[in-house]
Structure formats: structure tokens, C-alpha cells
């Protein structure tokens, strides 16, 4: 997938989740952005003020079929804020009249655009299953670029970007790609539990 390109943009920051957090507990805005060891601690634990924490995700030329794949995760359309009649992917459209190609000869591998709006706890969510070894190669390295692209931006919230064995600490999967009986399973484990290590005081 040479052609392939992704783009992730933040829409919303930081300073959000950490208001929303301090909203619940009865406690005033602050309107900055949080300490590295809170961002850790909310992604970890998952508390609802991480659905504010939004995105928009490029990914620019990839098989249909994996678009497919990634789209087939109802998280989007759960876990957004704001209200929505409908899922918050956008896919580059195949109609004919709009390419002037014969969709019903296109192959399952023609190239797409996908756009999702997503938020922290989705990424969460479609990581679990989009980086584990029983997703296809091809979907696991669209994915995984994802992943990457985030971590540029947002190097925390790639932290936790977790396939399902690393995020439970074991596999529930029968068909198990036996990566839990590795040295670097043991090691990711550990690193993804470190995260939420909070520093004495």
C-alpha cells in the first residue's frame, strides 16, 4: 500500500477533557491543558470526559475491503459527543456518475478514501481489534499507520492504542496467535500497565 497516506487532525485539546473531568466532580474549570500523568491516568481508565478529546482521520488510498474492516465498528457512532443520526465515517464515493467508472467492475482491492470523526475512547476501541492478529495483515498495517500518525501529534493517546490481548492481559480469542507466550508480549503488557503508574506524592 505505497499510495497509501494518512492525516490526523486534533479538533479538540486537552484543556476539554480536563474541564469536563473537573465539571463531574463539582470542581471549576481551570482552562489548561493537564499534566502528562492525568492524561494517562483518564485514557487508562476510560472516564467519559475522553470522548472529548476528538479527531479526524485521513486515510487516504486504501483497499475497499479494508475500509470495510474498519468501518465495521459501531464505537464510532456510540461514543461520539455530540448527537448523530447516522455513523462518523466518510467514505470517498464509487458511484459511476459521480467517477465516470463502472462501479460494478470495480475490485474489492480499488483504492478509497476514508475519513472517520472519531474520539479517544473509539481509537481505544478499534485498536483492540484493528491491531490484533486475527484482523488481516493489510488492515493491522493501515492501522498501525494510524497509530503512528497519531503518536506524532498525540503521543499519549498512541500509548494506549492497545491490541485486545495487551488491553485485557491475555487472549479471549480461540483462535490465539500464541503472541501472549512471547518476550515482547511480556513487554508491551508491562509497558501499557506502566501508564498508570501515579507518582507518589
Not at 70 to 91: K, P
Not at 132 to 160: G, L, N
Not at 191 to 196: C, E, R, V
Request: with cysteine; hydrophobic share 35%.
Amino acid at each position: 500500500m505505497e499510495q497509501m497516506e494518512i492525516i490526523v487532525t486534533k479538533v479538540t485539546d486537552w484543556d476539554l477533557v480536563l474541564d469536563l473531568a473537573r465539571l463531574t466532580v463539582n470542581k471549576n474549570r481551570l482552562n489548561k491543558n493537564p499534566s502528562e500523568d492525568f492524561k494517562k491516568s483518564i485514557l487508562i481508565s476510560e472516564h467519559s470526559p475522553i470522548r472529548s478529546l476528538q479527531f479526524v482521520i485521513e486515510m487516504k488510498n486504501i483497499p475497499s475491503w479494508v475500509s470495510q474492516h474498519i468501518a465495521r465498528h459501531d464505537a464510532f457512532a456510540n461514543h461520539t459527543v455530540r448527537e448523530s443520526n447516522g455513523d462518523s465515517h466518510f467514505v470517498g464515493t464509487s458511484r459511476t456518475d459521480r467517477t465516470g467508472i463502472d462501479r460494478n467492475k470495480l475490485p474489492q482491492d480499488a483504492l478509497v478514501n476514508h475519513t472517520i470523526y472519531c474520539n479517544a475512547q473509539d481509537l481505544i476501541t478499534i485498536s483492540r481489534k484493528r491491531l490484533c492478529s486475527c484482523a488481516s495483515k493489510e488492515t493491522r498495517e493501515v492501522w498501525q499507520k494510524v497509530k503512528e500518525a497519531i503518536a506524532k501529534i498525540e503521543p499519549t493517546m498512541a500509548s494506549v492504542m492497545v491490541r485486545e490481548c495487551v488491553y485485557r492481559g491475555f487472549c479471549p480469542e480461540k483462535s490465539c496467535c500464541m503472541y501472549i507466550n512471547t518476550t515482547k508480549f511480556s513487554e508491551e503488557v508491562e509497558n501499557y500497565h506502566n501508564l498508570n503508574i501515579i507518582p507518589s506524592k
